[in-house]
C-alpha cells in the first residue's frame, strides 16, 4: 500500500485541496512524496507555489485527480478516484464545457437545470432512445423512462421514477419529459387520446399548484405522484394522480420577490376578456393576495396567453365551460375576500365597514348573503355542554379567520380539480400494470424553517432511507451474481432521524397531542420537545440563543426549525360557521366543494373499470358527522398516513432515480456554482451512492475490455489462450495487494483508485514506449540529416571543382579571344586608314568633277536660254509681218467686198420693188428668226444647266462661239444681202451682246459654281474624316457594346441557366416533396386501415383470444390478428363465398375439420367414379373391338400399302432434314432454296394424292348413296356411336354379299379418310415444326448476335453479369421445356400403360379363343389393335389465357396466397405470376367482359395486400410482391394502346395491346399498391437492419486495436468486441448483398434496386449519425478512423455491384463529415475555417454537439477548447438551417417507378404445373 501511494504521489500528480471559493482547488506536486512528509510542496493552477500541511491526528493525503481521460465521463462511477471533489470536477465539465445537463452516478440520474431551452426533447430524440440500452446512450431523461419502460414490460413489475431536488431544480420539467416519452413510445390503448390527456394535465396542475419563488420562476408547490396505467400490451389507457402537501399559505402570504399561484395572476391579466367581466378583476397590484411579493410579472411569460392553455387543457379533459367559469368564479372571490377590509372596533373586536365593495363581490360571486358573511369574519360561535356563545374577534385573529376561510376555500378547489383530472384520466381497460412519476420537493433549509419545510425534510428522510436500501441491495446482488465474497458495507442509516419525527412520543405525535390540549401553544411544544428528546437523542439540538427552536440533524444537514404557527398550521383550523355559510350559498360548484365526501365522487373511492385496485387518496378516507369534529385529524398525520403509502407504493415497484440540481441561485445559463452544487450533491444523496460505491469495488471490467486495455502492460508470454487467467496472472504481477481487486464470474472488480493505478502504468509504458519509439526515430532523423548534410557536402565539391575547372576554361578561351581581338582590331585600324584615305580621294574627285559638270551645266545653259529667246524675238517678228500681211490683206478684200456689196445692194433695191419678192424673202427670214430664237433658248436651257456641265462648259462655249461666229458672219452677209433687214439684223447684234454678257455671267457663276464645288469639297473631305474619325469611334463603342452586351449575354445565359437550373431544382424539389406526401399519406391511409382491420378483429375476438405475449408495439398484435383474418378468409376462398371476414378461431377449428372430413368423402366418390370411368372404357373398347372385327382383313390388306407409304414419307422427311440442316446457316427457308423445293415438291406430290384419293372417296360415297337408296330403310335412327350404327346397318341387310359389301366400302371410306387426314396432317405437323424450328433457329441467331453486340458494349464486370443472366433465363426455360415434356412423356406413359392393360386382357382372350380351336379363317378374331398416334396441330397462340368464372378464387389462392417465393424466384423466369396475371387480363379484354375484368383486378390487388399483412416482415415475400406488381403495372403500360410506351414493343407485341378498356385507373390503384409495398419493404429492412447498424458501425472494432476501451461505470455499454452473436460490417454487408441478390432474383427494375438501396444507405447513416451524437464515448479520433473505414467498405460494395450512381454515397455525407471532424485539428482559427468549409452537410447543431462530446481516449489526445467552439458557432451563426440535432431516421425518399418494357413474348410464356394451374388454357 505504501509502495503504491508513494507511487501514485510523484512529482507532477495532481491532487484535490479544499478551498473556501470553489470548494475544492487543483494542486500538483513539485515534489515527491516520501512516508513521513508532514506537508506536500503544490503548485496551483494560476502557478502560485503552496505547502499543504497534512492533518497530524489522521495523516490523510488529499485527494488524487482522475487522469484526464476519465474526465467528463457519463457514470460518474466510472472514475477511479470516487470523492466529492471528483464528482464536481466532473458534473461541472460536462456542464460547463459540453454543455451536457445529464450524468450518471450509478442508478442515479443526475440533472443540472441549465436555465436554457434545449434541442434534446424531440421525437427524434425519444425515436433515438426508444428500445436502446440505458448505457449505450449518453445519460438523458428518457433513457430512465426507456429503462422503467422496458423493465415494465420484461419483468412484469411496476415501476417508480423518483424525481427530487431543490426548487428551482428542474423537478417538474423531468417529470413533464418522462410522462411524455412515455406517452409517445407506448400509445393508447383506445381511441380517447388518453396520452394527450395526461400531457393536458400538467398546465392545470402547474396553473393551481406552482408558483414564482426567489429560487424558480415555475416551483411546484405541492408534491405530486402520477401513475400512468398501461394494458398487457403496454399501452397507455389512464392515469391518477395523488398531490401532497399543498402549500395553502401561500394563497394569503408571499415573500419579497415571490408570486402566488400562477391561476391568480392569469385571471388578472385576462380580466378585460368579455367573459371575464363579471368577475370584477382588475390588474394583480390591485389585490392583497397578488402584491405582496412585489413582482407580478415573470420575465418572458404571458399569463394571457397561458390562461388559454389552461382552459384548453381544461376542455380536453372534459371540464366544460360552465364548470371552468364557476373555478374562476371561485378564484376571483378569494381574490376580493382578501380585499375585505377588517378594522378595530375596540380591543377585542372587529367590524367590516358597511357596503364594502370586496365583500359584495365575494358575497355575489359565491351566492351567500352579505350580513352572514361580514358577521362570521368577525365573530366566532363557541359551545359548551349546555350553551352556545358568540364571541367576537379581534382584528388580528378576524383576519387570520379571513385567511384560513381562503386557504381552506382554495385547498376545496385545489382537491376538487385533481379529483376531476383524476376522473377525466381513467377508462374502463383493464390496468395490466403502472409506471408511477414522484415529483416531489427536495430537502430545504432557508432562514427561517417552519412547518412547511418540517414536512418537507421529514419526506426527504424517508425516500433516503429507500433510496439507500435501494442502492446497498443492488451492490449486494451484483456481487453475488459474480460469487464475490460478501462483507458488509457500512452506510449511513436515517432511522434514528425517522424516529426521532414519527416514532411514540416522536416530534409528531407531541405536536398532535398539543393540538389536542385546550391551551396548547407553540412554546410549551418546544419544552415538551426539550424535556423528551434533548439527552435522549443525539440529532436533535437545543439552539444556544432561543427558547421557541430546535434543531434536526438530518442526512444531509442540519436544519433549525422555529416553532412559531407549527401548531396553527398543523391543526388547520376554520371557523365552522364560515363553513356552514359556504354550504349554504346559491351557487353550485361552491356547495359541490363543501358537500360531504361520502357523498361526493372523490378519488379516494374506487375508480370503476380499473381491474379492482384502490387509487390512494391525498387524505385518508374520514367519516364526518355535521357536528364540531369536522377536522379530527391533524395536518402531520395526514401527511405521514399518506407518505408511507406513498412508500409502501415505492417499496412494492423498483424505483428509479433522477436527482435534479440547481446550478446557481440566479438562474443563469450555464453557470455553475460549486458550493450550491455540494449542497445539493449532499442533499440528495448522490454522494452517498458514490460512498457506498466506494466502499466496495467500484471499478468492474470485463475480462474481454481489461485484456483490450491492458494489453500493453502484458508480454507475449504472458498471453494465454484462456483471457481469464491471463487477466489473473497479470494483475498479480502488477497489483500485490490483493485485496485491492476481486476475480468474478464475468468481471474484474477493483478497489477505488486501482483503475487510475492501472491508467498510470498504462500511461506510463506508453510513455516508455513513445521515448523509445522517438529515441529511435530522432536517431533515424539525425542519421538521416548526416547523410543529407555528407551528401551536400559532396555535391558542394562537386560543384566547386566544377566551378573552378570551367573558371580556368575560361580564362584559356578568354586569352583566346584576346588574341583574336587583337589581330582583328589592328587589321580593323589599317583598313579604316585605307579606307579614309580612299574615301578623301574620291570626295576631291567628286568635288572637282562636280565642279567641271556645273560649269558645262553653265554653259549648256546659256545656249539654251539664247535659243529661247532667239525663237521668241524671230516668232514676234514673224508674228509682226503675218499681222502686217493681214491687215492689208483684209483691208483689200473689205474694198473689194463693199464693191461687191454695192453692186449687190443696187441689184436687191431692184429686187425689192417686187412684193412677192419681198413676202418670199420676209417668210424665209420669219423662219431664221424663229429659229434662232429657239436655239436662243435651247441655249439659255443649256446655260441653266451649267451645274449639271461644269467640265464641258468651256468646250461648249467654245463651239458655241465658232457657231456664231458663223451665224454673225453669215448674218452679216445676209444683211449686207438685204439691207432692209438692218434693223433685225441690228436686233440679232443686240441679242448677241446680250449672249455674250449671258456667257461671261455663266462663266463666273462657274468659276463660282467650282470655288463652291472645291469648298464643298473639302468640306465634304473634312466632313468625312470626322465621319471616319466618329465612325472609329463608333465602331469602337460598338466593339464595345458588342462585348458589353455578349458579356451580359452570357451573364444573363448563366444566370438563367442558374435560375432554370435552381427552378428545376425547386421543381424536382416540389414534386419529390409532393410525391413523399402523397405517398406518406398513402402510408398513413394504409396504417387506418390496419388500425381499422385490427379495431375489428378485436371487437370479434375479444371473447376467444388468448392473453398475447409480451411486446411493445402495435405490429405483432397486428399481425397475429391479420394471421386469424387470413385463416378465415382462406376457408371462405375454399368454400367460394365471399361472406363475413370476422371468425373466431373456434369456428375456423370447427369447420377445417368438416372441409377435411368432406375432402376425404370427395376423394373416396372420385376414386370410386375414376374406376367405374376404367370400367366403362373397358367395356367400350372391347365392344369397339368387336365392331372392328370385320376391318382386320382389309386392314391387313393395306398395312403393306401403308409401310410402304410410311417408308416414303419417312425417307421424303429425311430428305428435307438434311437439307434444312445443310443450309440453315445460309438462309435455307428462302424462296428458291433446296431445302424450299424439296418442300414444294413433297407438298405438291401430297395434293396430287389428296386428289386422287377425293376421287376415290367420292366414287365410293357415290356407290355407298346408291346402295343406301336401294336399302328402303327410312324409318331408321342414327346414333352417335359409329359401331352401333353399323350393327343397325348390318343387321338390316338380308343379302350377306351386300352385307359385306356394304360394310367393305364404309370401312374404306373410312380408312381412306382417316388414312387421308392422318397423312395430311403429319406432313402438315411436319412442315410446321420445321418451319417453327428454322424460325427459332433464326430467332434464336439474332437473338445471340444482338446480346452479343450488347455485351461487347458493356464493361467486363457488367459483361460477365449479364452473361450469367442470359445463361440463368437460358436454363430457366430449358428446365421449363424439360419439365413439359417430362409432363407429357408422364401422361403418354399413364395412357400406354392403360392400353396395355386392355391388350392384355385382349391377348388372354384371343390365346383361349384359339386353343379352343373355336375359330375359323373367315370368322372375325378380336385382336389387338395398335391405335393410330395423331399429334394435334400446334395453334398459333396470342399470349392469352382462358379461365373460367369459378376458377378466379383458385387462381388466387394458387398464384398468389399459397405461392412460395423461395422456390419460385430460383425455378421460374422473374415476374411469372404477373405475366400470368396479364395473360388472363388480357382474354377478359379479349372476351370484352368488364366485370371479369373488374374482378380479377379487384381480388389481384386485396390478395395481394392480403399475403402482405400475413407474410408483411419477411423480405423474401415483400420483395417477390414489389417486383411483380411493379411488372404487372408495366404489362398494364406496355400493352395499353398508348403511343409513349408502345415505342419499344415488337409488331408482335404491339398486336398484342388491350382492345376495349382503358385501365389507367387501375394503373394508379397498382401504381399506389407498388408504393405500399415499397414503404413495407423499407420497414422490412429497416427492422432487419436496425439492430446491425449501432454494433457494426460504431461499436465494433473492425481495426483491431486502433481504440482502446475506456473504463466503464455501473451502466454498461455494449461490448466493442465481436463476440459471439455480435453484429459487425461484414454482417451489415452480407445483410445487403442479401438484399440485393433477393431482388434481383425476382427480377425487380434496377432503376428500383438503386432506391432501395439509396434508402438503406440513407438508414444506415442516419442512425449511425444519430447515436454518434447521443454517445459521448463515440467521439473520438480513434471512432472517426474506425467509421471512415467502415463508411469505405461500404463504398466498395457499392462499387462491386455497380451502384455507385444510385446517389446511395452522398446519403452517407454527413457520416463522413462527422467522422472528419473527429479527426481534423481543432486548435487554431485555420482549423476552425477548414471545418466550417468541410461540415457542410452538417447542421451547426450536429457540429457543436460533436465537438462538445470529443473525448480524448488517451492521454495523449488533447480535448476541444471552449473557445474554438464558440469560434465555430460565430462562424457558422449565419447558416439557414433547420436547429434539428438528430437526423430523421422514419424519412423514405419518394420512389418513382420508371417505365420498363419487357422484351419477353407473352405466346412463348410456359406454365410450369408447380404452380397447379391447369384450369388455365392457352388461347
Request: a positive charge.
Amino acid at each position: 500500500m505504501n509502495r503504491e501511494l508513494e507511487y501514485m504521489f510523484l512529482k507532477c500528480a495532481r491532487v484535490w485541496i479544499p478551498d473556501a471559493e470553489e470548494v475544492w482547488k487543483s494542486a500538483e506536486l513539485t515534489k515527491d512524496y516520501k512516508s513521513g512528509h508532514v506537508s506536500l510542496q503544490l503548485m496551483l493552477e494560476d502557478g502560485k507555489n503552496i505547502e499543504h500541511k497534512l492533518d497530524p491526528k489522521t495523516k490523510n493525503l488529499p485527494y488524487l485527480r482522475n487522469p484526464d481521460i476519465l474526465v467528463g465521463e457519463n457514470d460518474l462511477t466510472a472514475l477511479s478516484y470516487l470523492h466529492e471533489p471528483a464528482v464536481l470536477h466532473n458534473l461541472k465539465v460536462r456542464f460547463i464545457d459540453s454543455k451536457l445537463i445529464y450524468t450518471y452516478c450509478g442508478i442515479v440520474l443526475v440533472a443540472i437545470n441549465p436555465y436554457e431551452t434545449l434541442p434534446i426533447y424531440g421525437t427524434d430524440i425519444i425515436n433515438a432512445y426508444s428500445g436502446q440500452n440505458m448505457g449505450d446512450m449518453d445519460p438523458h431523461i428518457f433513457a430512465v423512462a426507456e429503462e422503467a419502460y422496458k423493465q415494465m414490460a420484461r419483468d412484469e413489475r411496476n415501476q417508480s421514477i423518483i424525481v427530487s431536488g431543490e426548487s428551482g431544480a428542474g423537478k417538474t420539467v423531468s417529470a413533464k419529459y418522462a410522462m411524455r416519452y412515455f406517452a409517445t413510445v407506448s400509445g393508447s390503448a383506445s381511441e380517447a387520446n388518453v396520452e394527450e390527456k395526461v400531457l393536458a394535465s400538467n398546465p392545470i396542475m402547474e396553473a393551481i399548484g406552482n408558483a414564482k419563488t426567489t429560487r424558480n420562476d415555475n416551483s411546484s408547490r405541492f408534491g405530486k405522484y402520477i401513475e400512468i396505467g398501461f394494458d398487457n400490451r403496454y399501452r397507455i389507457i389512464g392515469a391518477n394522480m395523488r398531490t401532497y402537501l399543498l402549500e395553502k399559505s401561500r394563497v394569503v402570504f408571499q415573500a419579497d420577490e415571490e408570486r402566488n399561484y400562477h391561476i391568480f395572476y392569469q385571471l388578472c391579466a385576462s380580466a378585460h376578456l368579455p367573459e371575464f367581466k363579471a368577475l370584477k378583476l382588475s390588474s394583480a397590484n390591485d389585490f392583497l393576495y397578488t402584491r405582496q411579493g412585489r413582482s407580478p410579472v415573470i420575465d418572458g411569460v404571458d399569463d394571457t396567453k397561458e390562461l388559454c392553455t389552461t382552459r384548453n387543457a381544461f376542455s380536453l379533459l372534459g371540464i366544460n365551460e360552465s364548470y371552468q367559469m364557476g373555478l374562476f368564479q371561485v378564484l376571483a372571490a378569494i381574490l376580493h375576500l382578501g380585499n375585505v377590509e377588517i378594522k378595530d372596533r375596540d380591543a377585542d373586536s372587529s367590524v367590516i365597514p358597511s357596503n364594502n365593495r370586496h365583500l359584495m363581490a365575494f358575497c355575489e360571486l359565491v351566492g351567500v348573503t352579505y350580513q352572514d358573511m361580514s358577521q362570521w369574519l368577525c365573530h366566532r360561535k363557541l359551545k359548551t355542554a349546555t350553551e352556545t356563545y358568540i364571541k367576537p374577534l379581534p382584528r388580528l385573529q378576524a383576519t387570520n379567520a379571513r385567511d384560513a376561510l381562503s386557504k381552506h376555500i382554495y385547498a376545496k378547489l385545489f382537491n376538487w380539480i385533481v379529483e376531476h383530472v383524476n376522473k377525466a384520466l381513467v377508462t374502463n381497460v383493464k390496468q395490466h400494470s403502472f409506471i408511477g412519476v414522484l415529483d416531489i420537493y427536495g430537502f430545504e433549509t432557508f432562514e427561517i424553517n417552519s412547518f412547511e419545510q418540517f414536512c418537507i425534510n421529514y419526506a426527504n428522510e424517508k425516500l433516503q432511507q429507500q433510496f439507500n436500501m435501494h442502492v446497498f441491495k443492488l451492490e449486494q446482488e451484483e456481487y453475488m451474481k459474480e460469487q464475490i465474497p460478501w462483507t458488509l458495507i457500512d452506510f449511513y442509516d436515517n432511522q434514528p432521524c425517522i424516529n426521532l419525527i414519527e416514532a411514540k412520543m416522536g416530534i409528531l405525535d407531541l405536536l398532535d397531542e398539543e393540538c389536542k390540549m385546550p391551551k396548547g401553544s407553540d412554546d410549551s411544544w418546544a419544552q415538551k420537545l426539550y424535556n423528551t428528546h434533548l439527552k435522549t437523542c443525539s440529532l436533535f439540538e437545543k439552539p444556544r440563543m432561543s427558547n421557541r427552536a430546535f434543531i434536526i440533524q438530518h442526512f444531509a444537514d442540519k436544519v433549525e426549525y422555529q416553532c412559531d404557527g407549527f401548531l396553527e398550521k398543523n391543526k388547520d383550523t376554520v371557523n365552522e360557521e364560515q363553513i356552514n355559510v359556504m354550504k349554504a350559498s346559491k351557487f353550485d360548484l361552491l356547495v359541490e366543494l363543501f358537500q360531504d365526501e361520502e357523498k361526493a365522487t372523490s378519488p379516494t373511492g374506487q375508480v370503476q373499470g380499473t381491474g379492482g385496485r384502490t387509487r390512494l387518496s391525498i387524505k385518508p378516507d374520514k367519516s364526518r358527522d355535521k357536528s364540531s369534529k369536522e377536522h379530527k385529524k391533524t395536518v402531520g398525520c395526514q401527511f405521514r398516513n399518506s407518505l408511507q403509502k406513498l412508500m409502501d407504493t415505492l417499496n412494492a415497484t423498483t424505483p428509479h432515480y433522477v436527482r435534479c440540481i440547481k446550478p446557481n441561485d440566479f438562474k443563469l445559463a450555464f453557470s455553475f456554482d460549486p458550493k450550491r452544487a455540494v449542497q445539493q450533491l449532499r442533499a440528495c444523496g448522490v454522494l452517498e451512492t458514490i460512498r457506498i460505491s466506494a466502499a466496495g469495488f467500484p471499478s468492474r471490467w470485463t475480462y474481454q475490455e481489461f485484456f483490450s486495455r491492458y494489453r500493453v502492460l502484458m508480454k507475449q508470454k504472458d498471453v494465454l489462450a484462456d483471457k481469464k487467467l491471463t487477466c489473473k496472472n497479470v494483475l498479480e504481477k502488477l497489483v500485490q495487494d490483493q485485496d485491492k481487486y476481486q476475480f468474478g464470474k464475468t468481471k474484474i472488480f477493483f478497489r477505488a483508485g486501482q483503475v487510475a493505478y492501472l491508467e498510470k502504468l498504462r500511461a506510463d509504458k506508453l510513455r516508455a514506449a513513445c521515448i523509445r519509439i522517438q529515441k529511435t526515430i530522432r536517431c533515424w532523423l539525425a542519421r538521416k540529416k548526416y547523410l543529407r548534410k555528407r551528401s551536400a557536402a559532396i555535391t558542394i565539391q562537386r560543384f566547386t571543382r566544377g566551378y573552378q575547372a570551367r573558371c580556368l576554361a575560361k580564362f584559356l578561351r578568354r586569352t583566346q579571344a584576346a588574341t583574336i581581338i587583337q589581330k582583328y582590331q589592328r587589321m580593323y585600324v589599317e583598313r579604316k586608314r585605307y579606307k579614309q584615305k580612299q574615301a578623301a580621294a574620291l570626295a576631291m574627285q567628286t568635288i572637282l568633277r562636280a565642279y567641271m559638270a556645273r560649269q558645262k551645266y553653265q554653259a549648256l545653259l546659256r545656249e539654251h536660254k539664247a535659243v529661247i529667246i532667239q525663237k521668241h524675238i524671230r516668232g514676234w517678228l514673224a508674228r509682226c509681218w503675218y499681222k502686217r500681211c493681214l491687215e492689208a490683206i483684209v483691208y483689200l478684200q473689205c474694198c473689194i467686198r463693199r464693191m461687191r456689196a454695192k453692186r449687190e445692194l443696187k441689184k436687191l433695191k431692184i429686187e425689192a420693188r417686187s412684193v412677192e419678192h419681198f413676202k418670199k424673202l420676209n417668210k424665209g427670214m420669219e423662219n431664221k428668226i424663229m429659229q434662232l430664237q429657239r436655239k436662243i433658248d435651247e441655249q439659255s436651257k443649256e446655260n441653266r444647266l451649267v451645274n449639271e456641265r461644269l467640265v464641258g462648259l468651256e468646250s461648249s462655249y467654245t463651239v458655241e462661239s465658232e457657231r456664231m461666229r458663223g451665224e454673225l458672219n453669215r448674218l452679216r452677209g445676209v444683211e449686207e444681202d438685204a439691207k432692209n433687214k438692218a434693223n433685225q439684223v441690228s436686233s440679232l447684234l443686240e441679242e448677241l451682246e446680250r449672249l455674250k454678257k449671258e456667257l461671261s455671267a455663266t462663266q463666273q457663276e462657274k468659276k463660282t459654281i467650282e470655288d463652291w464645288a472645291q469648298s464643298y469639297r473639302d468640306e465634304m473631305e473634312k466632313m468625312v474624316a470626322e465621319l471616319k474619325d466618329q465612325n472609329g469611334l463608333l465602331k469602337k463603342e460598338k466593339d464595345d457594346l458588342n462585348r458589353l452586351i455578349q458579356e451580359q449575354s452570357q451573364q444573363m445565359t448563366e444566370k438563367m441557366t442558374r435560375a432554370i437550373a435552381e427552378e428545376t431544382q425547386q421543381l424536382e424539389t416540389d414534386l419529390n416533396e409532393e410525391r413523399s406526401r402523397y405517398q406518406n399519406l398513402l402510408s398513413e391511409h394504409l396504417r387506418l386501415e390496419e388500425k381499422y382491420d385490427d379495431l375489428k378483429e378485436e371487437m370479434a375476438l375479444s371473447s376467444n383470444v388468448s392473453k398475447p405475449g409480451h411486446r411493445r408495439t402495435d405490429s405483432t398484435h397486428s399481425s397475429n390478428e391479420s394471421e386469424y383474418t387470413y385463416n378465415s378468409e382462406y376457408a371462405e376462398l375454399e368454400d367460394g363465398t365471399r361472406g363475413r371476414e370476422d371468425v373466431t378461431r373456434g369456428i375456423d377449428t370447427s369447420l377445417t375439420l368438416k372441409l377435411q372430413k368432406r375432402v376425404t368423402e370427395l376423394e373416396q366418390d372420385k376414386q370410386l367414379l375414376r374406376n367405374e370411368l376404367e370400367n366403362r372404357e373397358e367395356q367400350l373398347q372391347r365392344a369397339s373391338a368387336m365392331a372392328r372385327g370385320a376391318e382386320l382383313e382389309y386392314e391387313s390388306l393395306k398395312r403393306q400399302e401403308l409401310e410402304s407409304e410410311n417408308k416414303k414419307l419417312k425417307h421424303d422427311l429425311e430428305e428435307m432434314r438434311k437439307s434444312l440442316l445443310g443450309n440453315a446457316a445460309t438462309g435455307a427457308g428462302a424462296p428458291g432454296s433446296p431445302a424450299y423445293k424439296v418442300l414444294l415438291e413433297q407438298l405438291n406430290a401430297s395434293c396430287e394424292e389428296l386428289e386422287v384419293r377425293k376421287e376415290e372417296v367420292l366414287i365410293l360415297r357415290s356407290q355407298l348413296v346408291s346402295q343406301k337408296e336401294a336399302m328402303h330403310h327410312k324409318d331408321e335412327k342414327e346414333t352417335m356411336t359409329e359401331p352401333s350404327v353399323y350393327k343397325d346397318d348390318v343387321s338390316k341387310l338380308k343379302d350377306d354379299e351386300v352385307k359385306q359389301a356394304y360394310v367393305g366400302l364404309k370401312d374404306t371410306n373410312r380408312l381412306l379418310e382417316h388414312q387421308l387426314q392422318t397423312q395430311r396432317r403429319t406432313y402438315d405437323n411436319e412442315v410446321e415444326s420445321l418451319r417453327s424450328e428454322l424460325q427459332n433457329v433464326k430467332e434464336e441467331n439474332n437473338r445471340q448476335q444482338q446480346l452479343l453486340a450488347q455485351n461487347l458494349q458493356l464493361p467486363p464486370e457488367a459483361r460477365i453479369e449479364a452473361s450469367l443472366q442470359h445463361e440463368i433465363t437460358r436454363l430457366t426455360n430449358e428446365n421449363l421445356d424439360l419439365m413439359e415434356q417430362l409432363e407429357k412423356q408422364d401422361r403418354t406413359i399413364r395412357k400406354l400403360k392403360k392400353q396395355l392393360k386392355v391388350y392384355s386382357k385382349r391377348i388372354g382372350e384371343m390365346g383361349a379363343g384359339q386353343t379352343e380351336g373355336q375359330t375359323s379363317p373367315g370368322q372375325m378374331v378380336d385382336e389387338p389393335i395398335h391405335p393410330v398416334n395423331i399429334p394435334r396441330r400446334e395453334k398459333d397462340f396470342q399470349g392469352m389465357l382462358e379461365y373460367k368464372k369459378e376458377d378466379e378464387m383458385k387462381l388466387v389462392k394458387n398464384l398468389i396466397l399459397e405461392l412460395k417465393p423461395r422456390g419460385v424466384a430460383v425455378n421460374l423466369i422473374p415476374g411469372l405470376p404477373a405475366y400470368i396475371l396479364f395473360m388472363c387480363l388480357r382474354h377478359a379484354d379479349y372476351v370484352n367482359d368488364d366485370q371479369k375484368v373488374r374482378t380479377l383486378l379487384t381480388s389481384t390487388i386485396n390478395s395481394i395486400k392480403k399475403i402482405l399483412k400475413k407474410r408483411g416482415d419477411d423480405f423474401e415475400t415483400v420483395s417477390f410482391w414489389l417486383a411483380n406488381t411493379c411488372r404487372f403495372l408495366h404489362c398494364l403500360k406496355q400493352y395499353s394502346g398508348d403511343e409513349q410506351f408502345m415505342k419499344h414493343n415488337t409488331s408482335r407485341q404491339n398486336e398484342h395491346c388491350l382492345s376495349n378498356f382503358d385501365l389507367a385507373e387501375y394503373r394508379q390503384v397498382i401504381s399506389d399498391l407498388a408504393i405500399q409495398i415499397y414503404q413495407q419493404l423499407i420497414k422490412c429492412m429497416e427492422n432487419i437492419l436496425q439492430p446491425m447498424i449501432v454494433s457494426g458501425m460504431l461499436e465494433h472494432e473492425t481495426i483491431q486495436g486502433v481504440s482502446g476501451v475506456k473504463p466503464t461505470g455501473l451502466r454498461k455499454r455494449t461490448s466493442s468486441i465481436a463476440d459471439e452473436g455480435t453484429y459487425t460490417l461484414d454482417s451489415i454487408l452480407r445483410q445487403l448483398s442479401a438484399f440485393h441478390s433477393t431482388m434481383c432474383q425476382h427480377g425487380t427494375d434496377p432503376e428500383l434496386i438503386k432506391q432501395v438501396v439509396k434508402q438503406q444507405f440513407y438508414i444506415i447513416g442516419a442512425v449511425t449519425l444519430n447515436n454518434l451524437l447521443l454517445r459521448k464515448d463515440m467521439c473520438s479520433w480513434s471512432k472517426g478512423m474506425q467509421i471512415r473505414y467502415n463508411v469505405s467498405q461500404l463504398e466498395e460494395w457499392l462499387r462491386d455491384k455497380g451502384l455507385m450512381t444510385c446517389g446511395a454515397k452522398e446519403t452517407l455525407e454527413p457520416l463522413i463529415q462527422a467522422a472528419q471532424l473527429l479527426q481534423v485539428k481543432k486548435k487554431t482559427d485555420e482549423d476552425a475555417e477548414a471545418i466550417c468549409s468541410m461540415c457542410h452537410a452538417l447542421t451547426t447543431a450536429q457540429i457543436v454537439k460533436v465537438l462538445n462530446l470529443y473525448t480524448p481516449v488517451n492521454e495523449f489526445e488533447e480535448r476541444v477548447s471552449v473557445a474554438f467552439i464558440r469560434t465555430i458557432q460565430t462562424r457558422l451563426r449565419d447558416r439557414c438551417e433547420s436547429p434539428q440535432l438528430l437526423m430523421d431516421t422514419k424519412m423514405i425518399y419518394p420512389v418513382t417507378f420508371p417505365f420498363n418494357p419487357s422484351c419477353l413474348a407473352l405466346e412463348t410464356i410456359q406454365i410450369p404445373s408447380s404452380l397447379n394451374l391447369a384450369f388455365l388454357t392457352r388461347v
